[in-house]
């Protein structure tokens, strides 16, 4: 068997293994009892440790965009259309993808290595013969908890990052921030806010699933932890690629575009 046969079939094998372990969530997570106070500090952990990257990073990409965006607008004689652009721009896609890969740069890691450390260490082991699901607490909080917190993210990110932009239109003219948040209010539509937000759920439970799998599939030895954290943001950020361009596909073909 030559080598891109043996690279198929472990492609085929993760993917198998991966849609088992995504449907165990579904019905583990679908029966009680139900972890909350678990799930409660993994909200508080995950929101509260990646905010403070998310804020300034959307603080940081609304500025550069509108200082980017500025000269073009300008040559074209348009620069009235600049707090538009960048807000559309922001809110349908780079506010959404860029925050999701923050975030599974950050999460996704996070849990494999969390949870492949448990897994070298055999906890997940002492967890089972102790009479607790170890899959319902420490799996199932993990995802529902990043599925429910990356939107959360992803608002107040935008919010920053237009913030950020408005600081950017005034660096060169001035600008209430009533006239500009208004001007980009006025200028939104349904299919503007609606499957941009919808698709930040999608995005959060890629994150959450990944990161679970590979920390809980990890293999023996710190290699092992180190390699789950690592291929975890790999995966969930091709695969938060794979979901923007589905959605947008889908958006198109609906006519929300």
Request: proline letters at 3%; glycine letters at 10%; aromatic letters at 10%.
């Amino acid at each position: 068997m030559n080598q891109q046969s043996i690279k198929m079939r472990q492609f085929l094998t993760e993917t198998g293994d991966l849609a088992r372990f995504t449907s165990r969530y579904f019905i583990q997570g679908g029966r009680p009892r139900f972890e909350v106070k678990e799930l409660i500090r993994q909200c508080y952990y995950i929101g509260v440790n990646s905010f403070p990257l998310v804020g300034l990073t959307g603080f940081i990409m609304g500025l550069v965009l509108t200082m980017q965006l500025r000269p073009s607008l300008v040559q074209y004689g348009v620069e009235s259309q600049l707090p538009v652009m960048v807000g559309i721009a922001i809110v349908r896609e780079v506010g959404p993808v860029i925050t999701a890969l923050i975030f599974a740069g950050k999460i996704a890691s996070s849990m494999g290595a969390e949870l492949g450390s448990m897994k070298v260490t055999e906890q997940i082991d002492a967890m089972e013969v102790s009479g607790t699901n170890p899959f319902k607490y420490l799996v199932v909080t993990r995802v529902t908890a990043s599925t429910l917190m990356l939107p959360v993210l992803v608002i107040l990110g935008d919010g920053i990052s237009l913030f950020g932009a408005f600081i950017g239109v005034n660096i060169r003219s001035t600008t209430s921030i009533d006239l500009f948040f208004r001007q980009i209010i006025d200028n939104f539509s349904f299919g503007d806010v609606i499957p941009a937000f919808i698709k930040t759920f999608f995005f959060g439970f890629a994150v959450g699933v990944i990161g679970s799998y590979k920390g809980y599939n990890s293999s023996k030895g710190t290699e092992g932890v180190g390699r789950a954290a690592n291929s975890a943001v790999v995966m969930a950020s091709i695969l938060i690629f794979i979901i923007d361009l589905i959605v947008v596909q889908i958006t198109d073909l609906l006519g929300l575009n």
